[in-house]
Protein backbone atom coordinates (compact mmCIF):
# COMPACT_ATOMS: atom_id res chain seq x y z
CA UNK A 1 0.00 0.00 0.00
CA UNK A 2 1.42 3.52 -0.90
CA UNK A 3 2.04 5.59 2.53
CA UNK A 4 1.91 8.30 0.43
CA UNK A 5 0.97 10.58 -2.41
CA UNK A 6 4.22 11.75 -4.47
CA UNK A 7 5.86 14.99 -4.37
CA UNK A 8 4.76 14.98 -8.45
CA UNK A 9 1.34 14.22 -7.60
CA UNK A 10 0.76 16.91 -5.20
CA UNK A 11 2.56 19.40 -7.51
CA UNK A 12 -0.48 18.08 -9.93
CA UNK A 13 -2.96 18.81 -7.78
CA UNK A 14 -2.20 21.93 -6.41
CA UNK A 15 -1.86 23.40 -9.73
CA UNK A 16 -4.89 22.26 -11.19
CA UNK A 17 -7.05 23.59 -7.69
CA UNK A 18 -4.88 27.05 -8.75
CA UNK A 19 -6.64 26.79 -12.22
CA UNK A 20 -2.99 27.07 -13.77
CA UNK A 21 -1.85 25.71 -17.19
CA UNK A 22 0.62 23.43 -17.21
CA UNK A 23 2.88 25.29 -19.37
CA UNK A 24 2.07 28.77 -17.74
CA UNK A 25 4.06 26.93 -14.72
CA UNK A 26 6.48 25.39 -16.40
CA UNK A 27 7.72 28.59 -18.09
CA UNK A 28 7.50 30.35 -14.44
CA UNK A 29 9.93 28.08 -12.98
CA UNK A 30 12.01 27.86 -15.99
CA UNK A 31 11.41 24.59 -17.34
CA UNK A 32 9.83 23.12 -20.07
CA UNK A 33 6.22 21.73 -20.23
CA UNK A 34 7.39 18.36 -20.96
CA UNK A 35 9.59 18.33 -18.02
CA UNK A 36 6.97 19.49 -15.77
CA UNK A 37 4.93 16.89 -16.93
CA UNK A 38 7.51 14.04 -16.00
CA UNK A 39 7.47 15.40 -12.79
CA UNK A 40 3.89 15.13 -12.28
CA UNK A 41 3.42 11.95 -13.38
CA UNK A 42 6.39 10.78 -10.88
CA UNK A 43 9.03 10.19 -13.47
CA UNK A 44 11.75 12.24 -12.63
CA UNK A 45 12.85 13.11 -8.90
CA UNK A 46 12.82 16.61 -7.75
CA UNK A 47 13.81 18.86 -4.83
CA UNK A 48 16.08 21.43 -3.55
CA UNK A 49 16.23 25.15 -5.89
CA UNK A 50 13.68 23.44 -8.46
CA UNK A 51 11.32 22.16 -5.77
CA UNK A 52 11.82 25.94 -4.75
CA UNK A 53 10.65 27.46 -7.59
CA UNK A 54 7.56 25.50 -8.63
CA UNK A 55 6.52 26.30 -4.83
CA UNK A 56 6.80 30.14 -5.47
CA UNK A 57 4.85 29.36 -8.74
CA UNK A 58 2.18 27.45 -6.54
CA UNK A 59 2.12 30.21 -4.06
CA UNK A 60 2.46 27.78 -1.24
CA UNK A 61 5.13 26.93 0.89
CA UNK A 62 7.88 24.25 -0.33
CA UNK A 63 6.70 22.03 2.80
CA UNK A 64 3.50 21.74 1.81
CA UNK A 65 4.53 20.04 -1.62
CA UNK A 66 7.20 17.63 0.36
CA UNK A 67 4.85 17.11 3.47
CA UNK A 68 1.67 17.90 3.23
CA UNK A 69 1.28 13.99 3.83
CA UNK A 70 3.47 12.67 6.56
CA UNK A 71 4.04 9.08 5.54
CA UNK A 72 5.94 8.37 8.87
CA UNK A 73 2.66 10.14 11.01
CA UNK A 74 0.83 7.49 8.72
CA UNK A 75 2.58 4.54 9.39
CA UNK A 76 2.84 5.44 13.25
CA UNK A 77 -0.89 5.67 13.16
CA UNK A 78 -0.99 2.23 11.79
CA UNK A 79 1.38 0.72 14.32
CA UNK A 80 -0.84 2.16 17.01
CA UNK A 81 -4.12 0.82 15.28
CA UNK A 82 -2.21 -2.04 14.84
CA UNK A 83 -1.00 -2.71 18.51
CA UNK A 84 -4.60 -2.08 19.47
CA UNK A 85 -6.24 -4.91 17.12
CA UNK A 86 -7.86 -3.01 14.57
CA UNK A 87 -8.70 -5.03 11.31
CA UNK A 88 -6.91 -4.63 8.52
CA UNK A 89 -9.58 -2.68 6.46
CA UNK A 90 -9.57 0.15 9.41
CA UNK A 91 -5.65 0.12 9.24
CA UNK A 92 -5.77 0.93 5.12
CA UNK A 93 -8.00 4.10 5.85
CA UNK A 94 -4.77 5.71 8.06
CA UNK A 95 -3.85 7.87 5.56
CA UNK A 96 -7.03 9.04 4.57
CA UNK A 97 -7.08 10.28 8.08
CA UNK A 98 -3.70 11.70 7.77
CA UNK A 99 -4.77 13.57 4.72
CA UNK A 100 -7.93 14.70 5.66
CA UNK A 101 -7.87 15.17 9.52
CA UNK A 102 -3.70 16.02 10.15
CA UNK A 103 -4.21 17.65 13.46
CA UNK A 104 -6.54 14.76 14.89
CA UNK A 105 -4.05 12.38 13.44
CA UNK A 106 -1.22 14.39 15.00
CA UNK A 107 -3.30 14.44 18.69
CA UNK A 108 -3.84 11.12 18.46
CA UNK A 109 0.17 9.89 17.85
CA UNK A 110 0.76 12.25 20.44
CA UNK A 111 -1.46 10.63 23.22
CA UNK A 112 0.25 7.20 22.23
CA UNK A 113 2.75 8.56 22.68
CA UNK A 114 2.29 9.83 26.06
CA UNK A 115 0.70 6.74 26.49
CA UNK A 116 3.59 4.94 26.26
CA UNK A 117 5.67 7.57 28.41
CA UNK A 118 3.24 6.83 31.15
CA UNK A 119 3.81 3.31 30.94
CA UNK A 120 7.84 3.75 30.69
CA UNK A 121 7.05 6.11 33.98
CA UNK A 122 4.77 3.11 35.76
CA UNK A 123 7.42 0.56 34.73
CA UNK A 124 10.01 3.34 36.18
CA UNK A 125 8.04 3.50 39.10
CA UNK A 126 7.72 -0.26 39.64
CA UNK A 127 11.17 -0.57 39.57
CA UNK A 128 12.13 1.63 42.32
CA UNK A 129 9.60 0.01 44.50
CA UNK A 130 11.50 -3.60 43.55
CA UNK A 131 15.04 -1.90 43.64
CA UNK A 132 15.06 1.89 45.22
CA UNK A 133 16.28 1.10 49.10
CA UNK A 134 15.19 4.46 49.53
CA UNK A 135 11.19 3.66 48.99
CA UNK A 136 11.64 0.39 50.06
CA UNK A 137 12.51 1.93 53.38
CA UNK A 138 10.14 4.60 53.30
CA UNK A 139 7.75 1.76 52.34
CA UNK A 140 8.58 -0.66 55.15
CA UNK A 141 8.40 2.41 57.76
CA UNK A 142 4.61 3.43 56.41
CA UNK A 143 4.01 -0.30 56.70
CA UNK A 144 4.75 -0.91 59.98
CA UNK A 145 3.32 2.18 61.72
CA UNK A 146 -0.58 0.58 59.71
CA UNK A 147 0.45 -2.58 61.18
CA UNK A 148 0.72 -0.48 64.92
CA UNK A 149 -2.12 1.62 64.84
CA UNK A 150 -4.08 -1.26 63.81
CA UNK A 151 -2.70 -3.32 66.41
CA UNK A 152 -3.64 -0.59 69.12
CA UNK A 153 -6.76 0.26 67.42
CA UNK A 154 -7.48 -3.85 67.51
CA UNK A 155 -6.95 -3.78 71.65
CA UNK A 156 -8.97 -0.92 72.70
CA UNK A 157 -12.01 -1.93 70.47
CA UNK A 158 -11.74 -5.46 71.50
CA UNK A 159 -10.93 -4.54 75.57
CA UNK A 160 -13.79 -2.75 77.02
CA UNK A 161 -12.37 -2.50 80.79
CA UNK A 162 -8.50 -1.33 80.48
CA UNK A 163 -7.00 -0.29 83.63
CA UNK A 164 -6.96 3.72 83.14
CA UNK A 165 -3.05 4.08 83.28
CA UNK A 166 -2.86 1.46 80.40
CA UNK A 167 -5.58 3.29 78.50
CA UNK A 168 -3.31 6.37 78.86
CA UNK A 169 -0.65 4.64 77.42
CA UNK A 170 -2.69 3.16 74.68
CA UNK A 171 -3.95 6.57 73.31
CA UNK A 172 -0.53 7.86 73.59
CA UNK A 173 0.99 4.97 71.59
CA UNK A 174 -1.80 5.87 68.86
CA UNK A 175 -1.31 9.29 68.77
CA UNK A 176 2.52 9.21 67.80
CA UNK A 177 1.81 5.92 65.72
CA UNK A 178 -0.63 8.00 63.88
CA UNK A 179 1.52 10.90 63.37
CA UNK A 180 4.53 8.35 62.10
CA UNK A 181 1.86 7.08 60.14
CA UNK A 182 0.90 10.31 57.90
CA UNK A 183 4.35 11.78 57.96
CA UNK A 184 5.34 8.19 56.31
CA UNK A 185 2.63 8.38 53.76
CA UNK A 186 3.41 12.20 53.23
CA UNK A 187 7.31 11.36 52.56
CA UNK A 188 5.68 8.13 49.92
CA UNK A 189 3.61 10.43 48.50
CA UNK A 190 6.13 13.07 47.98
CA UNK A 191 8.92 10.68 46.59
CA UNK A 192 6.19 9.57 43.69
CA UNK A 193 4.98 13.12 42.79
CA UNK A 194 8.81 13.96 41.89
CA UNK A 195 8.68 12.11 38.72
CA UNK A 196 5.32 13.58 37.42
CA UNK A 197 6.86 16.95 38.12
CA UNK A 198 9.80 16.15 35.96
CA UNK A 199 9.97 16.39 32.26
CA UNK A 200 7.30 17.02 29.57
CA UNK A 201 4.39 14.69 30.33
CA UNK A 202 6.98 11.79 31.50
CA UNK A 203 8.36 12.43 28.23
CA UNK A 204 12.18 11.67 28.12
CA UNK A 205 14.30 14.79 27.30
CA UNK A 206 15.22 13.32 23.98
CA UNK A 207 11.81 12.65 23.20
CA UNK A 208 10.82 16.36 23.84
CA UNK A 209 13.80 17.77 22.11
CA UNK A 210 12.23 15.55 18.86
CA UNK A 211 8.81 17.10 19.62
CA UNK A 212 10.29 20.66 19.29
CA UNK A 213 12.18 19.84 16.01
CA UNK A 214 9.02 17.95 14.55
CA UNK A 215 6.79 20.92 15.35
CA UNK A 216 9.36 23.25 13.85
CA UNK A 217 10.20 20.88 10.59
CA UNK A 218 13.86 21.45 11.76
CA UNK A 219 13.57 24.80 10.19
CA UNK A 220 14.43 28.02 12.23
CA UNK A 221 14.60 30.50 10.00
CA UNK A 222 15.79 33.14 12.79
CA UNK A 223 19.38 30.36 13.28
CA UNK A 224 20.25 31.32 9.67
CA UNK A 225 19.75 34.63 9.81
CA UNK A 226 20.98 35.47 13.27
CA UNK A 227 23.13 31.97 14.48
CA UNK A 228 23.42 31.62 18.10
CA UNK A 229 21.83 35.06 19.06
CA UNK A 230 18.93 33.31 18.05
CA UNK A 231 18.90 30.36 20.80
CA UNK A 232 17.89 31.33 23.76
CA UNK A 233 14.42 32.35 22.65
CA UNK A 234 13.71 29.50 20.31
CA UNK A 235 14.30 27.06 23.22
CA UNK A 236 12.29 29.42 25.21
CA UNK A 237 9.71 27.37 25.22
CA UNK A 238 10.59 24.29 26.21
CA UNK A 239 10.11 23.61 30.32
CA UNK A 240 12.07 21.04 31.13
CA UNK A 241 15.57 22.13 31.79
CA UNK A 242 17.21 19.45 30.39
CA UNK A 243 15.43 19.44 27.28
CA UNK A 244 16.23 22.95 27.03
CA UNK A 245 20.42 22.19 27.28
CA UNK A 246 19.78 19.35 24.93
CA UNK A 247 17.85 21.40 22.60
CA UNK A 248 20.64 24.53 23.00
CA UNK A 249 23.23 22.05 22.29
CA UNK A 250 21.69 20.72 19.27
CA UNK A 251 20.89 23.78 17.44
CA UNK A 252 24.32 25.39 18.53
CA UNK A 253 25.59 23.06 16.14
CA UNK A 254 22.72 23.91 13.24
CA UNK A 255 24.40 27.74 14.05
CA UNK A 256 27.51 26.59 13.21
CA UNK A 257 26.58 24.60 10.06
CA UNK A 258 24.41 27.55 9.13
CA UNK A 259 27.84 29.34 9.00
CA UNK A 260 29.73 26.91 7.26
CA UNK A 261 27.73 26.31 4.77
CA UNK A 262 24.62 29.23 4.09
CA UNK A 263 21.29 28.34 3.43
CA UNK A 264 21.69 30.06 -0.30
CA UNK A 265 24.31 27.64 -1.22
CA UNK A 266 22.18 24.29 0.10
CA UNK A 267 19.24 25.86 -1.82
CA UNK A 268 20.87 26.13 -5.15
CA UNK A 269 22.69 22.92 -4.90
CA UNK A 270 20.30 19.79 -6.72
CA UNK A 271 22.48 16.90 -5.35
CA UNK A 272 24.79 16.61 -2.25
CA UNK A 273 27.82 16.36 -5.00
CA UNK A 274 27.88 19.96 -6.22
CA UNK A 275 28.43 20.89 -2.21
CA UNK A 276 31.33 18.57 -1.61
CA UNK A 277 33.77 21.68 -3.07
CA UNK A 278 31.68 24.47 -0.95
CA UNK A 279 31.89 22.32 2.20
CA UNK A 280 35.57 22.20 2.27
CA UNK A 281 35.53 18.43 1.86
CA UNK A 282 33.24 18.01 5.22
CA UNK A 283 30.88 15.34 3.15
CA UNK A 284 28.98 15.24 6.91
CA UNK A 285 28.47 18.67 6.89
CA UNK A 286 27.07 18.31 3.36
CA UNK A 287 24.56 16.15 4.47
CA UNK A 288 23.03 17.60 7.34
CA UNK A 289 22.49 20.71 5.27
CA UNK A 290 20.90 19.53 2.86
CA UNK A 291 18.74 17.43 5.10
CA UNK A 292 17.74 20.23 7.30
CA UNK A 293 17.08 23.14 4.27
CA UNK A 294 15.07 21.08 1.90
CA UNK A 295 12.23 19.82 3.44
CA UNK A 296 11.46 17.02 0.70
CA UNK A 297 14.49 15.43 2.14
CA UNK A 298 14.89 13.25 5.25
CA UNK A 299 17.67 13.27 7.42
CA UNK A 300 18.80 10.87 10.13
CA UNK A 301 22.10 10.85 12.73
CA UNK A 302 22.88 8.04 14.69
CA UNK A 303 25.98 7.62 17.57
CA UNK A 304 28.47 4.71 17.55
CA UNK A 305 25.84 2.19 19.24
CA UNK A 306 23.17 2.85 16.37
CA UNK A 307 20.90 4.97 18.78
CA UNK A 308 19.10 7.40 16.51
CA UNK A 309 19.61 11.11 18.13
CA UNK A 310 17.80 12.70 15.39
CA UNK A 311 15.06 11.86 12.90
CA UNK A 312 13.92 14.25 9.91
CA UNK A 313 11.14 12.19 7.83
CA UNK A 314 10.83 12.64 4.18
CA UNK A 315 7.16 12.14 3.05
CA UNK A 316 6.94 8.46 1.81
CA UNK A 317 10.34 7.42 4.01
CA UNK A 318 8.52 7.23 7.70
CA UNK A 319 10.59 6.89 10.70
CA UNK A 320 10.40 5.21 13.73
CA UNK A 321 9.11 7.87 15.97
CA UNK A 322 10.49 5.63 19.01
CA UNK A 323 13.03 2.93 18.74
CA UNK A 324 15.63 1.76 16.61
CA UNK A 325 15.28 1.94 12.79
CA UNK A 326 15.94 -0.66 9.98
CA UNK A 327 19.07 -2.74 10.26
CA UNK A 328 19.68 -2.49 6.62
CA UNK A 329 20.15 1.05 6.37
CA UNK A 330 23.11 2.31 5.14
CA UNK A 331 23.66 4.42 8.19
CA UNK A 332 24.82 1.97 10.15
CA UNK A 333 26.60 0.20 7.33
CA UNK A 334 28.50 3.43 7.22
CA UNK A 335 29.88 3.08 10.89
CA UNK A 336 32.17 0.01 10.04
CA UNK A 337 33.61 2.41 7.06
CA UNK A 338 34.45 5.46 9.06
CA UNK A 339 35.30 8.33 6.42
CA UNK A 340 34.09 6.51 3.45
CA UNK A 341 30.76 7.97 1.54
CA UNK A 342 28.32 5.62 0.98
CA UNK A 343 25.63 6.03 -1.69
CA UNK A 344 22.62 3.37 -2.42
CA UNK A 345 19.74 2.96 -3.81
CA UNK A 346 16.42 1.49 -1.74
CA UNK A 347 13.30 0.32 -2.05
CA UNK A 348 10.38 0.85 0.94
CA UNK A 349 7.88 -1.23 1.23
CA UNK A 350 5.52 0.59 -0.54
CA UNK A 351 7.93 0.17 -3.70
CA UNK A 352 9.29 3.70 -3.83
CA UNK A 353 12.63 4.79 -4.55
CA UNK A 354 14.83 6.24 -2.76
CA UNK A 355 18.68 7.22 -2.91
CA UNK A 356 20.74 7.43 0.62
CA UNK A 357 23.98 8.83 0.98
CA UNK A 358 25.31 8.14 3.86
CA UNK A 359 29.11 8.52 6.20
CA UNK A 360 30.53 8.17 9.41
CA UNK A 361 33.16 10.63 10.34
CA UNK A 362 34.66 10.84 14.31
CA UNK A 363 33.61 13.75 16.62
CA UNK A 364 35.35 15.53 19.20
CA UNK A 365 38.52 16.18 19.83
CA UNK A 366 41.13 13.44 17.66
CA UNK A 367 43.31 11.75 21.32
CA UNK A 368 45.92 9.53 21.19
CA UNK A 369 45.27 7.85 24.47
CA UNK A 370 41.49 6.50 23.48
CA UNK A 371 39.80 5.63 20.21
CA UNK A 372 37.44 8.25 17.96
CA UNK A 373 33.72 8.40 19.32
CA UNK A 374 31.95 7.77 15.76
CA UNK A 375 28.57 9.76 14.54
CA UNK A 376 26.83 8.38 11.46
CA UNK A 377 24.65 10.74 9.44
CA UNK A 378 22.58 9.85 6.37
CA UNK A 379 20.56 11.78 3.48
CA UNK A 380 17.69 10.61 2.53
CA UNK A 381 16.38 11.57 -1.30
CA UNK A 382 13.24 10.44 -3.96
CA UNK A 383 14.45 8.71 -6.66
CA UNK A 384 13.24 6.37 -8.89
CA UNK A 385 12.68 2.50 -8.01
CA UNK A 386 15.83 0.54 -10.08
CA UNK A 387 16.42 -3.10 -9.91
CA UNK A 388 19.48 -2.98 -7.81
CA UNK A 389 17.67 -0.85 -5.09
CA UNK A 390 18.51 -2.34 -1.40
CA UNK A 391 14.77 -3.33 0.19
CA UNK A 392 14.42 -1.56 3.81
CA UNK A 393 12.08 -0.96 5.94
CA UNK A 394 10.55 1.69 8.73
CA UNK A 395 12.01 -0.30 11.50
CA UNK A 396 11.77 -4.07 12.43
CA UNK A 397 8.03 -3.43 14.77
CA UNK A 398 6.06 -1.49 11.92
CA UNK A 399 7.54 -3.07 9.23
CA UNK A 400 5.47 -5.14 6.68
CA UNK A 401 7.99 -7.37 4.87
CA UNK A 402 7.74 -10.96 5.78
CA UNK A 403 11.23 -12.36 4.40
CA UNK A 404 13.89 -10.65 5.90
CA UNK A 405 17.24 -12.01 7.48
CA UNK A 406 17.23 -9.18 9.49
CA UNK A 407 14.27 -8.93 11.14
CA UNK A 408 14.61 -8.62 15.18
CA UNK A 409 11.63 -8.68 16.48
CA UNK A 410 7.95 -9.39 14.80
CA UNK A 411 5.82 -6.80 12.81
CA UNK A 412 2.96 -5.41 14.94
CA UNK A 413 1.15 -4.75 11.49
CA UNK A 414 1.51 -7.94 9.90
CA UNK A 415 2.71 -10.70 12.35
CA UNK A 416 5.71 -11.22 10.26
CA UNK A 417 8.02 -13.28 12.01
CA UNK A 418 9.95 -14.80 8.80
CA UNK A 419 13.85 -14.86 8.93
CA UNK A 420 13.65 -13.86 12.45
CA UNK A 421 16.67 -15.42 14.23
CA UNK A 422 16.90 -14.41 17.76
CA UNK A 423 18.65 -17.63 18.78
CA UNK A 424 20.69 -19.27 15.83
CA UNK A 425 17.69 -21.21 14.06
CA UNK A 426 14.85 -19.48 11.88
CA UNK A 427 11.34 -20.34 12.79
CA UNK A 428 11.08 -23.13 10.34
CA UNK A 429 14.28 -24.96 11.84
CA UNK A 430 13.05 -28.75 12.55
CA UNK A 431 13.21 -28.94 16.28
Known amino acids: MKATLPTGTRIRERRLAAGLRQSAVAQAAGISA ?20 LADVLEVDQ ?30 ETLDLVRRTPDWAR ?34 ELLSAVSVVRSTASILAQTPEIDSNWLGRFHKNLDADSRRLADGAEAVVSYLDQA ?20 HRHAF ?7 AAAIPDLVAELTDPRARLLATEMLQADAADAARLP ?19 DLALVLRRLGVVDPGRGLVICDAAGALIRRKPAAGFPLPIMGAGCPLWPLFGALSQPGRAVVAPLETPDGAGWLAHAI ?65 GSEDTAP
Open 107 to 140: LIADQAEALEAQARTIEALSDRLTHDPSLADAMH
Open 263 to 281: RDVVAAAEAPEQLARASGG
Open 63 to 92: AVLSEEHDSGLAEALRAIGAARGLSEDRLA
Open 221 to 227: PALEADG
Open 360 to 424: AEPVGVARFDRPPSLRATMLITRATATDQAQPIGPGCRVCPRTDCEARREPSVITGAVMGLDMAG
Open 34 to 53: SYLNLIEHNRRPIGGALLNR
Open 196 to 215: AEEGDAQLLPSEVVARFLDR
